[in-house]
């Protein structure tokens, strides 16, 4: 699913499935990977074993080798984002408030991270994670946007995030958020 440019890959390995429109994927992951010095890391999970409600995938790692991607919880009937690292582990980055599902689906060298936040009727909208703050990114564009962001899907390391969002007749189309810095902490808008 991803790799940095030394060469570490991530993905999945589990029980071949239907494919999934979403994550454009035949695979039910059970568990989370890291391909490292011709060996394969398990990163752990967040409690769900069987890969029944999302699965364990890893989607992306930056040069640090910091990995993301979501991870079922116990029972496997919800999944959150999770970031890994070496020396943290697996840890859950929880959901935008009010919500119940979230995936982490890409992350930068400076540990921005960007995805999803899904509430209970499946609703999605877009995340990113700025200095371990999550926050919905259709709060960050300017006054009545022409599109509602449904998940951010790549980040570079100026902190642009490409990803999908939805016209209000619910045609879906890409974007690219371009982050609108100030002298003393950083990103504070999009333009």
């Known amino acids: 699913m991803g790799i940095n440019d030394y ?26 990977l890291l391909w490292q010095n011709g060996k394969v890391v398990d990163l752990g999970n967040l409690g769900g074993k069987t890969g029944q409600a999302q699965g364990n995938l890893a989607f992306a790692i ?7 991607g979501m991870s079922d919880l116990q029972g496997d009937t919800t999944f959150h984002a999770f970031l890994w690292t070496k020396a943290t582990r697996m840890q859950d980055l929880g959901t935008l408030p009010g919500d119940v599902d979230s995936g ?16 209970a009727k499946g609703n999605a909208r877009a ?22 962001l449904l998940t951010g899907c790549s980040v570079n390391s100026s902190g642009e995030i490409t990803g ?14 371009v982050p609108k810095r100030d002298d003393e902490s950083g990103v504070v808008g999009l333009q």
């Not at 999934?20 to 695979?27: A, R, S, W």
């Not at 930056?62 to 993301?68: E, I, K």
């Not at 994670?129 to 599109?147: E, F, G, I, K, M």
Request: charged content about 10%.
């Open 7 to 32: 060469g570490e890959i991530v993905g999945s390995s589990g029980i071949c499935s239907t494919f999934n429109t979403n994550l454009l994927i035949n695979l039910q992951g059970v568990h989370a």
């Open 62 to 68: 930056n040069n640090q080798g910091h990995v993301v």
């Open 104 to 119: 982490a689906i890409a992350i930068n060298d400076h540990g921005v991270v960007d995805g999803l936040s899904i509430d």
């Open 127 to 148: 995340v990113v994670r700025h200095n371990s703050v999550p926050t919905d990114l259709n709060t960050l564009v300017q006054a009545n946007p022409p599109l509602y």
């Open 164 to 177: 999908l969002g939805a016209t209000s007749t619910g045609e879906v189309h890409t974007y690219l958020a």
